[in-house]
């Protein structure tokens, strides 16, 4: 049976899982395949291909219905869905921020969002610009989760004298806490929209 871009896909996000984004190459996939590195070459003409058609295939169910009508609850769970999307695998934050691209399921996801927010009667620019100041957010945070590598900050770092807000606020910096952190993000971003949000005529 003939290999299919789709299984090539579904191999590579197996690799990555397994391998992480350093591990993920197309003679990995081939041997995850059990064919020859010409084929998954055939669907996939460089790494970067290979990584722009993975990137595109996380994201292909972050716009489906149902999603909840008021535009700020939309907006709200499509950006879960992409982050829980992401974080469902290995290294999936770092590989969109190198390979995110005019894909399929990735310009389904961002009509979803500008649409909502030209629906809810933002302009232009304000729709688009929100659209990719979430999406940013979302690929940090969970970047910053999935690499594992951030650390507490301690008092001893920060002397009272030297830094008396960072002090002040010492249980809040650092590291841990993603969920929450997110949520507070994406509440402040809602805030911001809907105070420029125009009312309907």
């Not at 695998?89 to 649409?115: F, I, N, Q």
């Not at 927010?117 to 304000?126: I, K, N, V």
Request: glycine fraction near 4%; proline fraction near 5%.
């Amino acid at each position: 049976m003939p290999t299919t871009r789709e299984a090539v896909v579904q191999a590579a996000l197996h690799v990555l899982d397994q391998d992480g984004l350093d591990g993920l190459t197309m003679r990995a996939v081939a041997q995850r395949l059990g064919v020859q590195h010409n084929t998954v070459r055939w669907h996939a003409a460089s790494k970067q291909r290979l990584l722009e058609l993975v990137s595109d295939e996380l994201l292909a169910h972050c716009a489906d219905e149902p999603l909840p009508p008021a535009w700020d609850e939309r907006i709200r769970t499509l950006s879960r869905r992409c982050r829980a999307a992401l974080l469902a695998h290995r290294d999936a934050a770092r590989m969109l921020t190198v390979a995110c691209g005019p894909e399929p399921h990735s310009l389904r996801y961002a009509e979803t969002v500008v649409a909502t927010l030209l629906d809810a009667g933002f302009d232009g620019r304000t729709a688009a610009w929100a659209h990719w100041s979430l999406f940013y957010l979302i690929l940090g945070i969970t970047q910053e989760q999935q690499a594992g590598t951030a650390v507490p900050v301690r008092a001893d770092q920060v002397p009272l004298d030297r830094y008396p807000a960072l002090a002040a606020t010492l249980p809040h910096v650092g590291s841990g806490e993603f969920d929450q952190r997110f949520d507070f993000a994406i509440q402040l971003i809602i805030e911001a929209l809907a105070a420029r949000r125009q009312p309907a005529k």
